[in-house]
């Protein structure tokens, strides 16, 4: 069985739609769980009729929403759908098909992108890849969370979504799979994603790479990866401590500049616990930021 887990939060107007794209399936085997991380908008008014279970809870963020689900869930696998993106037609059987017959345990799918009801190209820098692409998903999030697939059984080694994390939960979660396990790319558009909302939270923090810097220090503390990966780890946390520290000179936060650059050479020395006493005062100074 598959437990799709559908999150939402103030999105009472994508809701029907979102989980009706799912009931619509071909694939029968499934539960449809919703998480309503703290509505006020009456959501549950739009799913009171539908075959779905729905739960409410505080509010909480995107990360505690979807942990909720997967403790709530049942299925032998999971699967995501943000309350804004829609599955198409057989999504659900065409990727489980090709999951068990390729005996991979994570997989994700292409997808289409609109922006304001308007369909756009993806970047080049969005190509996705299959198999072991730990090195392809550290630049930024080339897997969508609503396209992906995930045998229960991952969680256990890799935990769940970090709820430290605002945003940028999900490069955090790919990056922990892709180091441990090989995950299909099926190279059909499965799903639409919807962009350009107001709302979106990406449009609510500036510089989303200091999240990402804070998944990277995280998981070079972890000790799981190899010498390969942990040195492109390293490699891609130099390039974004640049990138963060260039914006933080140009508004005058010099100590805050300073401080990645250190960050950058504590990890090329190994030297973990002044890492992370430089991590804790580069998070005091970004989060002046929000």
Not at 42 to 57: A, F, G, N, Q, T
Not at 99 to 118: A, F, R
Not at 134 to 152: A, G, Q, Y
Not at 217 to 234: F, G, P, Q, Y
């Amino acid at each position: 069985m598959v437990s799709v887990i559908i999150t939402t939060y103030n999105r009472k107007k994508f809701l029907f739609h979102a989980v009706n794209s799912v009931i619509q399936q071909d694939f029968q085997d499934k539960e449809i769980i919703v998480v309503d991380d703290g509505s006020d908008d009456k959501s549950y008014e739009i799913v009171k009729d539908l075959p779905v279970r729905y739960v409410w809870k505080p509010n909480g963020g995107i990360s505690s929403a979807r942990n909720a689900g997967i403790r709530l869930s049942r299925g032998d696998y999971i699967a995501f759908l943000d309350v804004d993106d829609l599955w198409l037609k057989n999504k659900l059987s065409i990727q489980m098909e090709a999951m068990i017959e390729k005996y991979y345990p994570v997989s994700y799918t292409d997808e289409i992108w609109l922006k304001n009801h308007k369909r756009i190209n993806q970047r080049q820098r969005h190509r996705k890849y299959s198999g072991h692409i730990f090195d392809r998903c550290l630049p930024l999030c080339i897997i969508s969370p609503s396209s992906v697939v995930i045998k229960r059984e991952v969680f256990d080694s890799v935990g769940l979504f970090d709820e430290s994390l605002p945003v940028c939960e999900d490069y955090d979660m790919w990056l922990r799979l892709s180091s441990r396990y090989p995950i299909l790319f099926i190279d059909r558009p499965l799903i639409i994603k919807n962009g350009g909302h107001e709302d979106q939270l990406s449009k609510r923090y500036e510089v989303m790479d200091r999240f990402r810097i804070k998944s990277l220090v995280k998981l070079l503390d972890s000790n799981t990866l190899d010498m390969d990966m942990r040195e492109k780890a390293i490699g891609e946390l130099e390039r974004k401590c640049h990138i963060v520290a260039r914006g933080a000179i140009k508004r005058g936060r010099f100590d805050e500049a300073k401080t990645l650059m250190k960050l950058v050479v504590t990890y090329k020395k190994g030297e973990k616990d002044r890492g992370q006493e430089r991590l804790l005062t580069f998070t005091k100074h970004s989060d002046e930021m929000d």
